[in-house]
């Protein structure tokens, strides 16, 4: 049951005591770190960026080498799966994902076959990702929620409006229902295929579950991230426990909700307070988040005041009776690529020193 040398993000997760509050960055490998756009251009493109292990494992590696960040994530994407079912996925230069056929009917339903072993670039990355780590800190792996990857497999690309997927929706909520079912399955695979591969703790995007109304959300997205963490291994070959994170953005007010999600920890957007969170969930469970990403493009002093309100929103993680919350400190929604660097350096420091002083 060997634990990374620095395993203050397990801990926090697992709500076992930490010395200081762990902190990773949701896409920290990306675009606002000039060596990242290199090995981009390297690559060719993106997807081909995903889809060769030695490339992926280096830009996993770039944000650890100049930051003292406390987890490592997989570099890849949660589009990986849908391709794997044979919609075709592309990416323009300077535009968002593509896909060259949609899911919107019977047909195209059943037309989907979900081929794990196409994949294999991805297990490949997260095995060489576990080698270079050497144990220096524990590595995440993820996939996107059922209705998060559903959004993008309707729409056929990102949308505003949602206007394709609500519709199916609305109009077949027993093809969405069968979507769902589907993606869960093939989640549920995938993510085992990762910590089978080496991965230390397991998160899922529901990115844009927060677009749904409320008894949708509680009727589609989140029965079927449910049904992907029920099916996840809850330990690795050596025993050690693989925990697993639920991210729902824009999700805060069903914190009560997500409890029984399966999830050892819920991630937050910044719209959510902390202290707030805190109170609902009753530390049953830990919570990620949740600094908004643009307050690092104001000046390092501004970004380390909005650094300690988040954590102090938190507040002390050890409860009055002995027993401890747990907190890891994240952004709400990923980097922005234009982010001055200088600012996550500020950051780091600042979540790390200020976090000291609350235990
Ligand atoms: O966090 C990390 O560092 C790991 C890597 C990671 C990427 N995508 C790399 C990426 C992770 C965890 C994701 C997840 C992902 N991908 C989500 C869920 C998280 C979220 O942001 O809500 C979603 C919705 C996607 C789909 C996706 N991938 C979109 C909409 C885009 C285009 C938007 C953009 O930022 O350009 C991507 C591309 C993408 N995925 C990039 C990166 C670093 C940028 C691509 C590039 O280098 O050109």
Request: proline letters at 5%.
């Amino acid at each position: 049951m060997s634990r990374p040398k620095n395993d203050t993000f397990l801990r926090a997760l697992l709500k076992e005591p930490t010395e200081y509050t762990p902190l990773w960055l949701m896409r920290q490998a990306g675009r606002y770190l000039p060596e990242y756009c290199e090995t981009r251009k390297r690559a060719g493109n993106f997807l081909n960026l995903c889809k060769t292990p030695s490339l992926a494992c280096e830009v996993t590696l770039q944000p650890l080498a100049r930051y003292d960040l406390d987890a490592a994530i997989l570099f890849s994407d949660i589009l990986t799966v849908p391709d794997a079912m044979g919609l075709g996925l592309s990416f323009g230069e300077g535009d968002g994902p593509r896909f060259a056929r949609t899911v919107r009917d019977e047909a195209s339903l059943a037309a989907l076959h979900f081929d794990l072993d196409s994949l294999r670039y991805v297990f490949d990355a997260v095995t060489s990702i576990r080698r270079a780590l050497a144990g220096r800190v524990p590595l995440i792996g993820f996939a996107g929620s059922p209705w998060t990857l559903a959004c993008y497999m309707v729409e056929g690309r990102g949308s505003d409006d949602y206007r394709q997927v609500k519709t199916l929706l609305y109009q077949r909520p027993d093809l969405m229902q069968r979507l769902l079912e589907q993606l869960a399955d093939a989640v549920a695979a995938y993510l085992n295929a990762q910590l089978d591969a080496g991965a230390q703790a397991l998160m899922l995007f529901d990115s844009w579950g927060g677009v749904l109304e409320h008894d949708a959300f509680l009727r589609f997205a989140l029965p079927a991230s449910r049904r992907v963490l029920a099916q996840l291994k809850r330990h690795d070959a050596s025993g050690a426990r693989v925990p697993q994170i639920l991210f729902t953005k824009g999700g805060g007010l069903w914190l009560p909700d997500m409890l029984d999600s399966g999830a050892d920890m819920l991630g937050l957007d910044w719209t959510m307070d902390l202290g707030r969170a805190r109170a609902l969930v009753q530390d049953r469970v830990a919570l990620q988040g949740n600094l908004d990403p643009m307050v690092l493009f104001a000046s390092p002093e501004a970004v380390a005041a909005e650094a300690r309100r988040v954590l102090d929103r938190f507040g002390r993680p050890q409860r009055e009776d002995g027993s401890w919350g747990g907190h890891v400190f994240n952004l709400g929604h990923g980097i922005n690529q234009h982010t001055p660097i200088e600012s996550v350096q500020a950051l780091v420091e600042t979540v790390h020193r200020h976090s000291r002083g609350l235990r």
